[in-house]
């Protein structure tokens, strides 16, 4: 089974729909376009390949990423299901996105560490730091 094909199983279970329905509903709607981002951001499938994957036209593919993704991912509950897929990707398959592969094999490792943090943790650590160059200055 192609990595694409696992994706879309993936994001179909997520939602326990079949991203391939002949369905306008929103919850389609918006299911498909999170499958979108993360065959873009994960895989080097065409246009073309990723809309087949789903019944589509190639058009579909390229009106989601142009006007409904942001949206889609503005929502607090898709943007969680978004993040928790992409978890998933990385530390199951292996996988980071483009970005990540060039911005890790560029960084030390103690920032890597920091970029691991929660937000509430990097806070934390950054008052830490700014904490002790106060001191430093005294």
């Keep these: 089974m192609s990595k694409l094909l696992k994706l879309k199983d993936l994001v179909g279970d997520r939602f326990r729909i079949n991203l391939s329905d002949k369905n ?14 993360l065959a873009s951001r994960y895989f ?32 607090k509950r898709y943007k969680e299901v978004f993040l928790s897929l992409c978890e998933q990707i990385e530390n199951e398959w292996g996988m980071l996105h483009e970005d990540e592969r060039i911005v890790r094999d560029k960084l030390e490792p103690h920032e890597i560490e920091y970029r691991n943090l929660s937000p509430d943790n990097q806070q934390r650590y950054r008052d830490a730091c700014a904490s002790i160059l106060i001191d430093l200055k005294e």
């Design 24 to 37: 306008r509903s929103s919850e389609y709607v918006f299911a498909r376009a999170i499958y979108f981002r």
């Design 44 to 75: 080097g499938n065409t246009v073309s390949e990723v809309a087949r994957s789903v019944n589509r036209h190639h058009a579909t593919v390229i009106h989601s990423r142009e006007n409904v993704e942001d949206y889609v991912l503005s929502i």
